[in-house]
């Protein structure tokens, strides 16, 4: 879980440590991202399908550079078998980690498509170039105000949604989660995005660690109407095992999360 008070340091640190592959990213950018003055992390994509045995995820992490400059990594988790545990690898570009995709999943190598800015696509490499600099810096951003609902980018994928947000609920423990009357408007999901929200954090509860993460489900309906679930992923239970929590806002969300911080 990503903690919004560890320093851009110890993130990159920790980032490496885990990665199996940290070795084959080149000395220079290491080097570089070792004087970053700020980094902001990202859900990219998102793949669960346990009747499938699939698990992976792909993370987007930015760091603002002394020289202005942005440089990005590319973090794929994922499990090759559904009692395994996650594995890291990391990349420093879209493609490197298409061609991981292709070799631990067999899947066609297809680099995903870049995304646009106001003067055309975002050229791939270890940052940004002109074309890129505001939206890189726009994720950075986010690390001192998080943005209003009209201002979030939405980049929708359309694969599977309406069962992403059957899974969404299925998994959710809170007993006032979204009811029927959701789950039935969800079923005509035919695009959606997965977005960490920024407000995340740690806290003691009952004397243990305690994680909080807060993720956003924006789905697109038939009608062209847009829906969100607010979904909490938190350690801050009696045995210290992981829990969801869903939310028809923001706002309750971020209100259970404050809820439990103060509950010891």
Do not use: K
């Amino acid at each position: 879980m990503s903690d919004p008070y560890e320093t851009t340091e110890a993130h990159l640190d920790r980032l490496l440590g885990r990665a199996l592959n940290s070795f084959d990213l080149p000395d220079a950018l290491v080097e570089r991202l070792a004087a970053a003055l700020a980094h902001s992390s990202s859900l990219y994509t998102t793949h669960h399908s346990p009747s499938a045995g699939v698990w992976r995820e792909t993370h987007r992490h930015t760091y603002l550079l002394c020289d202005g400059e942005t440089v990005s990594l590319w973090e794929l988790v994922y499990r090759l078998s559904s009692e395994g545990d996650a594995r890291h690898e990391v990349f420093a570009s879209r493609e490197e980690l298409s061609l991981a995709g292709a070799r631990l999943f067999g899947e066609a190598a297809a680099v995903p498509a870049p995304s646009l800015g106001p003067d055309g696509p975002e050229e791939p490499g270890w940052g940004a170039d002109a074309d890129g600099v505001e939206e890189e810096l726009a994720l950075l951003s986010a690390l001192f105000a998080a943005p209003g609902p009209g201002e979030r980018h939405r980049a929708y994928t359309g694969e599977e949604s309406a069962d992403h947000a059957r899974r969404v609920l299925r998994r959710a423990e809170n007993a006032d989660r979204p009811g029927p009357e959701t789950a039935a408007l969800l079923r005509s999901a035919y695009a959606h995005q997965i977005t960490q929200a920024f407000g995340g954090r740690h806290c003691l509860a009952d004397g243990r660690d305690a994680g909080f993460s807060l993720y956003e489900h924006a789905f697109v309906l038939l009608d062209g109407s847009e829906l969100s679930l607010w979904e909490v992923e938190h350690t801050a239970t009696p045995d210290g095992r992981h829990m969801c929590e869903v939310y028809a806002t923001e706002a309750a969300a971020r209100g259970a999360m404050e809820l439990r911080t103060r509950v010891r």
